[in-house]
Each structure stands twice: as structure tokens, then as C-alpha cells.
């Protein structure tokens, strides 16, 4: 994992299938960083930036796609905010299946002095990682959903 200090400051960028299992690795990240600030007395705060926080309605999930583009802009706007104010770990924990949907976020962290790490989660091609997605994503997202966003993917 990674080491806090004063000049560290990562983006990392998530990349994966709904029900890939990239919230349960940014979940053990952030357990991994608090577990590290109590051994060597410091803080590390990391910033988690998920479209699909806006979706949530009194705890329920509600995608509409007509909102989807406005989330968008809103993580994205919050994600920057937390770099001008010096968040050390920011993360942006979307699908970013094709190269342009996270390119705002890698633009805006190398401008304002992040290192960028891009921590994909799974092979979004795999068939059978695909199957797997649909039977254990949180949000009710179909295979035929899941083939469609595979089929985006853009690898480095």
C-alpha cells in the first residue's frame, strides 16, 4: 500500500465492472490507511468520489440516466475540490470503462500535482468475470448491462 508524507499526493482511479469489486478494494484501502496513521500517529485521509453516491434516495438506489451526465459533472467537481485542498489520497471508485470517462479526473489530478495510479479490478472482457459481475453487483445491473459496458473497454 501506499505511504503517507507530506509531498505524497495520489489519484487513483478506479477501473472495473459493476460488481467487479472495486468499492470492497477501496473499502480495504482506506482500512489499510487508518490502520497506518494510528502506528505512526498521523493522519491520511483519502476522499472517495462515486457517481453513485447521487443516485442513493433516502438509502435506496435509484439510477435514472437522464441525471447521469449532471452526476458525472458533480463527482468530478468534488473530486477537484478535494485536490485544492490538499486531500492526500483522492479516489474516483467509477466504472471508467472507456479511456475518455476518466480522463477529466487524470487531467485534473497531473495539474494540480497528483500521481496518478489507475488500479483496475477484474478483466472486463472475461466472460466469465462478466457472469460473475452480474450475479454479485449491489445495484441490480444485468448481464446483458454488463456485456454492453465490457464491450466499452479500453485497456491502457
Avoid at 437522464?66 to 467537481?77: A, R, W
Avoid at 466504472?95 to 480522463?103: C, K
Avoid at 466472460?127 to 454479485?136: G, P, Y
Wanted: net charge neutral; glycine share 6%; with cysteine.
Amino acid at each position: 500500500m501506499l505511504e503517507a508524507n507530506d509531498d505524497l499526493r495520489v489519484a487513483i482511479i478506479m477501473r472495473g465492472l459493476p460488481g467487479s469489486g472495486k468499492s470492497y478494494w477501496v473499502s480495504h484501502f482506506i482500512d489499510s490507511k487508518a490502520k497506518q496513521s494510528e502506528l505512526n500517529g498521523t493522519t491520511a485521509s483519502v476522499g472517495v468520489f462515486s457517481t453513485d453516491q447521487y443516485f442513493f434516495k433516502n438509502g435506496t438506489y435509484q439510477f435514472n440516466a437522464k441525471l447521469l451526465s449532471k452526476y458525472h459533472q458533480m463527482n468530478l467537481s468534488a473530486f477537484i475540490e478535494a485536490m485544492a485542498d490538499n486531500v492526500p489520497f483522492v479516489i474516483c471508485d467509477n466504472t471508467n470503462m472507456a479511456l475518455w470517462e476518466y480522463q477529466p479526473y487524470q487531467a485534473a489530478a497531473l495539474a494540480l500535482g497528483y500521481e496518478i495510479r489507475i488500479q483496475q479490478i477484474g478483466v472486463p472482457i472475461d466472460v466469465e468475470h462478466q457472469r460473475l459481475c452480474a450475479q454479485r453487483n449491489s445495484h441490480g445491473v444485468p448481464l446483458n448491462s454488463i456485456k454492453r459496458m465490457a464491450a466499452l473497454f479500453e485497456p491502457l
